[in-house]
């Protein structure tokens, strides 16, 4: 077996560990996360292979046929389609064994940002697959910074700074989890979008990856999984009702100790939304200026903006789903 996929293959089953640790008062404990096992690898094989082999299909096609969905090879597979695969499974399980969806998922928060950590982290064994940019700065020449090629040249180790950032996810889906049960599928919710966000980045940077044109596939597909996270967050908001109240814009707010219903406007509850989208057009800026497009904005200038407005997409994030703890 590739070490790629043994390494992945070990993710899955530290995942599937973690996932019957946290279940380990419920009675999916052992059998949820055996199954949750084997549907989220099937289920991240299959669609990971799809996904790649969908989105390069002009190409793949005529070259290889049919045949282009059963290659083996570690390098032919989409990171975005695995991790929908893994969290299929999950969803899949709870279904199952008739269990809350959202529960869940919110249990299995941790492992997927795990999962995602050692995905990525795998692109070691696949030489300079995962790697960015040149780096001439030799101070920079350290692993998990760098790595090198057999000629002693040095890139950026993109794959690494994903992974690093999927651990510290890890860990602060493990020590905040406990306080958003207040609000099922919030945990996984946060975890999703921010690995998202780190896609992003990381995609950008990346010397190799699914393109169409100059749009990246796996960035596309990271804006929009956060686009419908954020958008779920907005619509829970509020959405526990007033019993005498038509519709899910209105909740309840104690007013001289009388509980009233309080009408949340559109604007209020969809305004982060609308932020994204303004995110989102800040970012195709940067991508057109470091395509030589826009020459006024410098490499530096527009590294320096795409980092504040990934930073600002985390906010608003933080802000929607504060707004569903209350």
């Known amino acids: 077996m590739h070490p790629t996929l043994?390494?992945?293959l070990c993710?899955?089953?530290?995942?599937?560990l973690l996932l019957a640790v946290r279940l380990n008062k419920s009675r999916l404990a052992v059998k949820g996360a055996c199954v949750a096992l084997l549907l989220s690898a099937a289920l991240g094989f299959v669609l990971g292979k799809c996904?790649?082999?969908?989105?390069?299909?002009?190409?793949?096609?005529?070259?290889?046929?049919?045949?282009?969905?059963?290659?083996?090879a570690p390098t032919e597979f989409s990171f975005v389609g695995m991790l929908l695969g893994a969290y299929l499974g999950v969803v899949l399980t709870a279904k199952i064994f008739r269990a809350p969806a959202a529960k869940l998922l919110d249990a299995y928060a941790?492992?997927?940002?795990?999962?995602?950590?050692?995905v990525k982290g795998s692109e070691y064994f696949l030489g300079m697959h995962g790697v960015g940019a040149y780096l001439e700065n030799e101070q920079l020449y350290f692993f998990p910074l760098a790595v090198k090629n057999e000629w002693d040249e040095y890139f950026l180790a993109v794959f690494m700074l994903f992974a690093l950032a999927a651990l510290v996810i890890f860990v602060l889906a493990l020590l905040f989890g406990g306080k958003m049960k207040k609000a099922p599928g919030?945990?996984?919710?946060?975890t999703v979008y921010h690995l998202c966000v780190v896609l992003i980045l990381c995609e950008n940077l990346r010397a190799q990856t699914i393109t169409w044109g100059f749009v990246k596939a796996e960035q596309l597909f990271g804006a929009l999984i956060c686009?419908?996270?954020?958008?779920r967050s907005c619509v829970k908001y509020g959405a526990k009702a007033h019993p005498h109240q038509d519709g899910p814009t209105s909740s309840l707010v104690r007013v001289k100790g009388k509980?009233?219903?309080?009408?949340?406007?559109?604007?209020?509850?969809?305004w982060p939304v609308a932020a994204l989208f303004v995110c989102a057009g800040l970012i195709i800026m940067v991508i057109f200026a470091l395509d030589g497009k826009i020459p006024a904005i410098s490499n530096a200038c527009a590294y320096w903006i795409l980092g504040c407005t990934l930073a600002g997409m985390c906010a608003l994030d933080l802000y929607a789903s504060l707004r569903r703890l209350k």
């Open 11 to 16: 993710g899955l089953i530290l995942s599937a």
């Open 259 to 270: 509980l009233r219903p309080d009408t949340v406007s559109p604007v209020r509850r969809f």
């Open 227 to 231: 686009l419908f996270v954020l958008l």
């Open 186 to 190: 919030l945990l996984f919710d946060m």
């Open 51 to 72: 996904v790649y082999v969908l989105c390069l299909l002009g190409r793949l096609l005529p070259r290889y046929g049919i045949a282009a969905f059963i290659r083996m």
């Open 110 to 118: 941790p492992s997927f940002a795990l999962l995602s950590a050692c």
């Open 6 to 8: 043994l390494v992945c």
